[in-house]
């Protein structure tokens, strides 16, 4: 069969995007295809009640509020802006257009979770089939392709880089200073946060200028190194890439046999339309690859795409975020953005009596509207003259450690079809249940007391935390639903993120994370994306 | 929408909610006009639940003081304000009052300390009092 097309690609994301540059690089003839569109910095705007970080009424970067429903466990239909929805960006570089940019490794033992601290009971905690040494050559590769800041020698907690990072940090804010001085003081380790963020102009683009909208927000001037100013348009100038977008793929198409033969979509006017390839990628993100997986059921694969195992959509994990806010004498806050700029690992493993831990660090810039909402003291009046003055007094005067807590997946933690329930397409939209499991809640109870402890030695003169209950978490870091795993029985796709059972269907995004450690997990996806799409073009 | 009557006790509340000291009170800084602009888009179902609510502080205030909120004095439309917050009132409310004053407090903040695109913080009034400062 000759199509127009080598591969497609299904989600112009953090590894959708990269799976594009490579392959289009490579010089296969690729379809991307996204559901949301392209959408200009002034298009995304600077609204505060309405953004990736605070969606009160609405989302920046889509997907729409309407017609884009999702169900939840209590009944409820929720739309992509309402809590427990989980969503994640739908446009042209998804989440990687509006996010902070932390750019984490994933530590040797985050892929060995299980065999490090034996499985508790009713978790699927399992070890990752690839080890760290694996993925590392594919993250030094996305550190200089995709460009990161920060600073290899201080990443102590990892095995020695080969090379450095492109770009020095970003030099440090106030509070910055005033943070290092606290983890001096407890002697815990500390580093610049790494970003994908350019510090000095790199890559024809300029260097960052330190606004104050930066997660939850496009850059101003491309100083961010979203997927959409590097990988897919490297891949758009190679003149083997087809970018479509506004475009929402309803199933995956398959011959007699089951063998995947393309997809089944609506175009940007809402009209049916297929195409095909040798081979599909879908990068929709961790509830929506899972989702589509699920609504292309066959002959031989009744309950779905690569679901015969009742794998797909399991074990959905986010990250929890505990926190410690801290009150200081001084101003603290000098608005240099992006405000996220220094880290802790001392926490993430080697701690009595819990499985894995966290990462802490110091908050991006919080808007004022999200600090009413978020940050104050639980003992402060939420109105009149006392809120106002402490508002007035103190917004400059505050910090907020917090940062990913490893979450320890449940199987029950999970996506699911709603039949009864259609988006604006016709087509059955997700439907979430269940919880992590409750040792998340115990690693994230462990954590506030650590940043507790960064802000009292830090110099706070008042602390109030908060530790998250047990719910099901995912949203940007979403991950888990189509895990990776050598055994067919156990997981959806193999060390090459190819589905089971199947030779031309890959998965590049956060479904296939094993387990998602305690770091964001961008630069993981878009390096395990790097190591597949490699793999994809040597194969076919 | 709302009776002259109704958008005067609107104009207390949110002044009790965000007051006047040496920086603005929240409806001379525009957080009325933020209200009004959501009353036609996203808090267009919340408007029957508003009237109700706005009612019922006027009930307690005749209740208490024989007179309409908006007449009273300052402390007294905060203790009638906490009351309802505590759910502590003396008529017979539509509505649950402690979530009425956790609305009103949220939607005030979202007038006052949000964008003034969004209608509210005019001049960036909210901003420049709390020190948050735009660069870029």
Not at chain 1, 157 to 179: E, I, S
Not at chain 1, 321 to 340: I, N, T
């Amino acid at each position: 069969m000759t199509t127009p097309y080598d591969v497609i690609i299904i989600g112009a994301g953090a590894g959708g995007g990269v799976a594009a540059g490579v392959l289009a690089l490579a010089g296969k003839r690729v379809l991307l295809i996204e559901r949301g569109r392209q959408l200009s910095f002034e298009e995304i705007g600077r609204d505060h009640l309405r953004n990736q970080r605070l969606s009160q009424y609405g989302h920046n970067a889509g997907p729409d509020i309407d017609g884009n429903p999702r169900t939840l466990e209590d009944g409820r239909i929720v739309r992509p802006h309402e809590p427990g929805y989980q969503n994640n960006a739908a446009t042209v570089g998804s989440g990687t257009r509006v996010y902070g940019a932390q750019a984490w490794r994933f530590m040797p033992q985050d892929f060995r979770m299980a065999s490090l601290y034996g499985v508790p009971a009713g978790s699927s905690l399992a070890d990752w089939p690839i080890s760290y040494d694996d993925l590392a050559p594919y993250y030094e590769r996305v550190e200089w392709e995709i460009g990161v800041c920060g600073d290899h020698q201080a990443m102590t907690h990892l095995p020695a880089y080969n090379k450095p990072y492109p770009m020095p940090p970003l030099p440090p804010t106030t509070k910055a200073q005033v943070q290092r001085r606290g983890l001096a003081a407890l002697g815990w380790q500390f580093l610049p946060v790494p970003l994908l963020i350019n510090s000095i102009p790199y890559n024809d683009r300029p260097a960052c200028i330190r606004c104050q909208h930066c997660v939850g927000f496009a850059c101003p001037v491309d100083a961010k190194n979203d997927t959409q100013v590097t990988m897919i348009a490297r891949a758009l100038s190679s003149g083997n890439c087809t970018l479509v977008t506004g475009a929402m793929v309803e199933r995956l198409t398959t011959d007699a046999g089951g063998r995947v033969t393309g997809i089944a979509y609506f175009d940007a006017n809402g009209n049916r339309a297929e195409a095909q390839a040798e081979v599909v990628v879908v990068s929709a993100g961790a509830v929506e690859t899972a989702r589509l997986l699920l609504n292309s059921a066959t002959p031989q694969e009744p309950n779905g795409i690569g679901n015969n195992s009742d794998q797909v959509g399991r074990h959905l994990q986010g990250h929890y975020y505990p926190r410690a806010v801290g009150l200081f004498e001084q101003p603290v806050q000098d608005w240099l953005g992006p405000g996220a700029s220094t880290a802790t690992c001392q926490f993430n493993h080697d701690n009595d009596g819990i499985i894995g831990g966290g990462m802490l660090a110091d908050e991006f810039i919080v808007l004022p509207i999200i600090f009413w909402k978020r940050l104050l003291p639980p003992d402060l009046p939420r109105w009149g003259a006392a809120n106002k003055q402490f508002m007035r007094d103190n917004y400059r005067r505050v910090t907020d450690i917090t940062g990913p807590v490893q979450e320890i997946p449940s199987p029950d933690g999970r996506v699911t079809i709603n039949p009864k329930v259609k988006d604006r397409y016709g087509i059955p939209v997700a439907h979430l249940s269940g919880t992590t499991h409750p040792e998340t809640v115990r690693t994230a109870q462990f954590m506030v007391e650590r940043a507790r402890e960064w802000q009292q030695a830090a110099g706070a003169v008042k602390i109030w935390t908060n530790a998250p209950g047990l719910h099901l978490s995912g949203g940007q870091h979403q991950a888990g639903t189509a895990r990776m795993g050598d055994d067919p029985a156990t997981s959806v796709v193999d060390r090459w993120c190819k589905v089971h059972g199947h030779d031309n269907l890959y998965i590049a995004d956060g479904s296939v994370h094993v387990t998602n450690c305690c770091f964001n997990p961008v630069l993981t996806i878009m390096s395990m994306a790097w190591r597949t799409a490699e793999h994809i073009a040597q194969v076919w | 929408m709302f009776s002259e009557g109704q958008i005067e006790i609107l104009q207390a509340v949110v002044n009790r909610m965000i007051p006047p000291d040496d920086w603005p009170g929240g409806w001379e800084a525009g957080v009325g006009d933020y209200l009004f602009r959501q009353f036609e888009r996203d808090l267009k179902g919340m408007v029957g639940l508003y009237q109700q609510g706005l009612d019922a502080l006027e009930a307690e205030a005749q209740a208490a003081h024989g007179a309409g909120f908006a007449r009273l004095s300052a402390e007294q439309q905060d203790m009638l304000l906490m009351q309802a917050e505590r759910g502590t009132v003396q008529t017979t409310w539509p509505l649950d009052p402690p979530n009425f004053i956790t609305m009103l407090a949220h939607h005030c903040a979202e007038g006052f300390y949000s964008d003034p695109d969004n209608g509210g913080n005019r001049d960036q009034i909210a901003w420049r009092m709390i020190g948050f400062e735009v660069r870029g």
